[in-house]
């Protein structure tokens, strides 16, 4: 799972530095600068919690798997319903996406409880 894991992250990585450069080279001067400014708040999101993924695949070893790989996906379910519902407002003005946003929110604020317990978690000795 740990490895399946990583490879999420670095796609979820990818993506957001593809979206950042997208919106730099493509978007500005198309997106007026309140939607323009959606879009960056998408992007900065999503390379954060990448990067969250990524250091609860790596804390698996040396925590609780089960809350690490818990976390872990409750960090990418957030980009899906936080950071692309946001894309998607921005690139589309389609407002009602903006009651999706808050589901991807309280994804990432799972997300960062599960990869605290697992961190805070006593160690299993090994017999």
């Known amino acids: 799972m740990q490895r399946r894991l990583i490879a999420t992250a670095a796609a979820f990585g990818f993506l957001a530095v593809l979206a950042g450069t997208f919106a730099a080279h493509a ?4 997106l007026n600068p309140d939607r323009l400014e959606i879009f960056d708040l998408a992007a900065r999101y999503h390379i954060t919690h990448a990067l969250a993924m990524l250091a609860a695949a790596l804390a698996i070893p040396s925590s609780d798997a089960v ?11 957030g980009i899906i319903f936080f950071s692309g519902s946001l894309y998607l407002l921005a690139l589309t003005g389609a407002r009602w996406l903006g009651m999706v946003t808050p589901i991807g929110g309280v994804c990432f604020l799972a997300g960062w409880a599960f990869l605290a ?5 006593p160690e299993r000795s090994a017999h």
């Open 67 to 77: 809350l690490c790989t818990r976390a872990g996906k409750f960090f990418g379910a």
């Open 27 to 30: 978007l500005d001067g198309r």
């Open 117 to 121: 317990l697992a961190a805070l978690r």
